[in-house]
């Protein structure tokens, strides 16, 4: 069920940035989403791997094959998860962009989407406040809102998101094949486990709507 029609937020947008962490967040988060909105003039942002002789060039490929441009950055992304300092975080967005200006704008939610990866939570921080700034500019911000119980489960959309996208059977088979075939992970994987038939967001419209997550 949605919350917030989704034709409301999608319905006249021309310009959509969807920042991440990683390559193939971008898919499993918002793959369906994407897929679904071919008319919309995508950009992705990885802001880590940029440097990784597997993961960047199936980056590359899966960006394409979703219709947008990818750009990728290369942040620390060692299994230790060092905190890195918002302001070189902040700093890498607006280097990598080639542009600053969006009607919206996808990213992680501060909270993250599993039990429990930094840089997913560092790059929402980054993100919403350059937007709370001024120095990134979108009508709206969609956060992705997936929870797993504190590892008891694979992410899922939380019910009480505002947007729940049931994805068509076709967009979710083309979904679960970019996560296996073109990012190459096993079918019984965290990966394709998380790769969800439904897609949930948090609507963000002002910097005070980020308190409701």
Known sequence: MSFVNEKDVFGSVKTAAVIVAHPDDETLWAGGTIL??????WTIL??????DADRAPKF?????????KGFMADLDDEAEQKPLEQAQI????LNTLPKRTFDIILTHSPKGEYTRHLR???TARAVLSLWNDGKLEANQILLF???DNGGQYSPRPIKNA??????????????????I???????????????????????????????KI
Request: charge should be negative; aromatic fraction near 8%; hydrophobic fraction near 35%.
């Open 120 to 122: 997913h939570e560092e």
């Open 162 to 179: 505002d947007i729940i996208i049931e994805l068509p059977k076709n967009v979710w088979n083309t979904k679960k094949d970019i996560i």
């Open 36 to 41: 679904s909105n071919p008319k919309i003039n």
């Open 60 to 68: 590359t490929a899966v960006a394409a094959r979703l219709g947008a």
């Open 90 to 93: 902040r700093q890498t967005v």
């Open 46 to 51: 990885s802001l880590c791997r940029k440097s």
């Open 145 to 147: 809102a997936y929870e």
């Open 181 to 211: 075939d073109s990012y190459g992970f096993s079918p019984d994987s965290f990966e394709a486990k998380a790769a969800c038939d439904n897609e949930a967001f948090w609507l963000i419209e002002k910097p005070e709507d980020i308190e």
